[in-house]
Structure formats: structure tokens, C-alpha cells
């Protein structure tokens, strides 16, 4: 099973769209995809409206904390070849302390015959939960991280690679790879974003994906209905961004 966390501390920056989109097509490309959600603010699971499910039923807190396994918490998405596990509020309740950092790779590894890829929406934080995730990634796939080119730009990037390292330090486990993935391009660069884009070819010029994910007022308007870009209008220019993002990752073949 192919492991894909998107992951940045920063919100705003595209790191749903991004999971969400990309687990679309990948279950459109005939991949037995699983969407996981780590976010308590649970976007991943609204786009699929599994919200009030997941408070009164199976949910990823089942999965991380009670030892459930993924075939008992995963709903039918509604998409063929893909099924979600949901987050609630009450993810951020639960004590940190009693997370195994290895709980979600275990997990995945008793569901391995069952997907071809797992895609990991994370929350904007570095907290144990992230952890988890960068963990289950190790030596499995890539972590994502969505950049907008604002003044931040440095800062939830460098966040995110020092705690990669962690994985290593901690646990032994090789770093997991990563790259990072310019989101919200606007079709006329100002200033502001040439210099963002400066920055991260200054200091990570081998660490980032060809493909960028182009601005676009229909991403907004699908996202108000909970689709995603590449249901809402297929042909809008992002939607052909993260069909080229996949195909970059090796998801699917050309």
C-alpha cells in the first residue's frame, strides 16, 4: 500500500483540496483508495458528508486509540473504489499522551492487501496525531507539503522537515520523503509570491514538485457544495494540476 500524508502547520494552504482531489482520482484511476481523516476540523469528511455519521458511529478514533481496524471504521464514500475514514471534534479531546505513534502504521499494515494507496489529511499542528502520520508514511510513499507564496512560506515548511526528522530520531525509522507542492498560483505572479518563489528555490531546489496547483475561483464554489475540483469542473485548470500531480507521484500511469 502506497501512503500519501498531506501536511503543513500552516492552514489555509490547500492541504484538504489536496487530499480530497487526490484520492478522487486515484480511485477514478481503478486504485482501491482510502481517505483518512486526522483533522478535528473533519473537511476531508464533510466533502463526503460523513460528519453526523462519524459522531454517532465508527470514526478514526476508533482506528488510533481502541485498536479497531480500518474495515470497521471506513464508509463508502459514494465514489466507487473509495471509502473514508471520518474525524469528529472530539478528536481533539482525546489525551495525546495515550497515542501510540506507531498505532496508524500498524493499522495500515493489517489493511495492506485491501488498498493500493492511503491518503492522509492531517491537521495544522505539530502534535502527536501528525506524528502518527509522518510514521505511517515512513518508507511507504511521500509527504506532501501545500505551500501558498506569502510570507509564511518559510516558516510551516521548515516546521514540517524538522519534524519529519523526528520520526527518525525517535523511532529509528527512515525519514519520510517529502516534497513540496506550490498551491493557490496565481496566473500573474506579483511580487510578493516572485519572492516566496525565490525563497524555495533557494533553500529546497531539489525538494519540489514540477507540477503546481494553480489559482481558481471554481475550487472555491465547488468546495461550497463539497466537491471536489475534479467533479465540480474537471476541465478547470487545477483539476488538470492535481490530475499532473498524481501522474508526477507515479499514482497512476500517464
Known sequence: MRVITVSNFK?????????????TLCARHDKRTLLIDLDPQASATDYFGLYEQAEDGANVIGL????????EMAYDSGTDNLRVIPATLALINQNELLLAEQSLRFALDDAAGEYDVAIIDTAPSAKQLVLCAYVA????????????????????????????????TKLRL???SWRILR????????NAEAVGEAILDRFFPDQQFRTVIHESAKVKEGSWEWKPIVEFMPGNRAAVDYENLGRELGLWDE
Open 174 to 176: 527512515p525519514v519520510p
Open 11 to 23: 492552514g489555509g494552504v490547500g492541504k484538504t483540496t489536496t487530499a480530497v482531489n487526490l484520492a
Open 137 to 168: 508514511t515512513s518508507g511507504r510513499g511521500d509527504v506532501i507539503i501545500p505551500v501558498k507564496l506569502d510570507s509564511t512560506v518559510m516558516r510551516g515548511t521548515a516546521s514540517v522537515v524538522d519534524s519529519l526528522r523526528l520520526v527518525a
Open 64 to 71: 488510533l486509540y481502541e485498536g479497531m481496524t480500518v474495515s
Open 183 to 190: 498551491t493557490c498560483v496565481p496566473g500573474r505572479m506579483t
